[in-house]
């Protein structure tokens, strides 16, 4: 299958690139840059070394042999690249999360439905051992009635870095809700899957410790369900290594995962022996797997055997719906 990438300044960009060319079924064709400064600077940096470059869009839009294409543009392009890609008539992967404008993605994925396309936000632990486990249990009941989630995953960025990516505080600046924005994604992923739409959500936005005052740097969102509470915050000046952490609750049992990356260990307790389990603490070993490698091949079992996707494209929705109404791009 021959696949395609547009941009490289998201954050996983590079990352992305190689896991394609990893894959056994899959041809890239190449990548196109459309920033020929950030193009010369990926030339030069050594971490690109494997890409060839294509020199326009349009030789990926244009090309019918060029089934899918990822989109790793930077947030504030790529839902316009994606857009394209989809009015093509091609498959996208479309790095996280889906731009500001709610609906222009609800009426790219409109169109991709009425085309029988494939798009799958690159969420990366949508194969992760310890959120696999943790979220059969909260679907499946296992856990009794889940009545509370809490989700950490703050990070440490420059003011500003090199190379024209805008994944630093200057660069996210740009969005409502700055690093909760292009964090958040990744936990509200997990939380909507596990609990659904939240009723209401309220959150907090504050600038605590960046130059550019103008980047929300310390977050929180609050999640209100009819029996149940999810907090989620994120903050951009956490120490390395970072002590990411997912906790759920239930009334017959809680599981806690820290940190999540590297995958290490989870800790489920219950209140009665089941499942193979017994009563009381259990630490369970984690299989640490590699960011995006089962996703991506995930995404290309869909395309090419018809495979069910790990997520619908309501799910994509309904994803980037409550970040919007975390940041403020919607109304809670």
């Not at 839902?79 to 479309?94: D, N, Q, S």
Request: with cysteine; proline share 4%; net charge negative.
């Amino acid at each position: 299958m021959k696949v395609a990438q547009v941009g490289t300044k998201h954050g996983h960009a590079a990352g992305v690139y190689q896991v394609m060319l990893e894959h056994p079924d899959v041809e890239v064709v190449g990548c196109f840059e459309p920033d020929e400064e950030r193009r010369a600077f990926c030339e030069s940096s050594g971490m690109w070394d494997d890409a060839v470059w294509l020199d326009s869009f349009e030789e990926i839009l244009g090309n019918p042999e060029i089934v899918a294409v990822a989109s790793e543009g930077a947030n504030r392009e790529s839902l316009g690249h994606t857009e394209a890609i989809v009015r093509a008539g091609k498959h996208c992967f479309y790095d996280k999360p889906a731009g500001d404008d709610f609906h222009r993605f609800m009426r790219v994925i409109e169109d991709a439905k009425g085309q029988g396309l494939e798009v799958t936000m690159g969420y990366m632990f949508r194969k992760h051992d310890g959120f696999e486990r943790m979220a059969d249990w909260v679907r499946s009941g296992f856990l009794g009635h889940v009545f509370q989630i809490r989700a950490h995953m703050s990070t440490w960025l420059p003011e500003r870095s090199e190379g024209g990516q805008f994944t630093d505080r200057q660069g996210l600046s740009y969005h409502r809700g700055g690093v909760l924005y292009d964090l958040g994604g990744h936990m509200l992923d997990q939380i909507v899957w596990m609990m659904g739409r939240p009723e209401r959500v309220t959150s907090y936005l504050q600038n605590a410790n960046s130059s550019v005052r103008e980047f929300m740097d310390n977050t929180l969102a609050v999640l209100e369900y009819p029996n149940a509470l999810v907090t989620l915050d994120i903050a951009a000046m956490e120490p390395r290594p970072m002590a990411r952490r997912f906790e759920v609750y239930g009334t017959e049992g809680s599981a806690i995962m820290e940190p999540f990356e590297p995958a290490e260990q989870l800790r489920l307790c219950l209140s009665e022996s089941k499942g193979g389990y017994g009563e009381g603490v259990t630490m369970l070993d984690l299989e640490d797997r590699r960011r995006y490698v089962d996703t991506f091949a995930a995404f290309v079992r869909t395309i090419e055997d018809g495979a069910e996707p790990l997520r619908s494209l309501d799910h994509e929705l309904l994803v980037q719906e409550t970040l919007m109404r975390c940041t403020g791009g919607l109304a809670g």
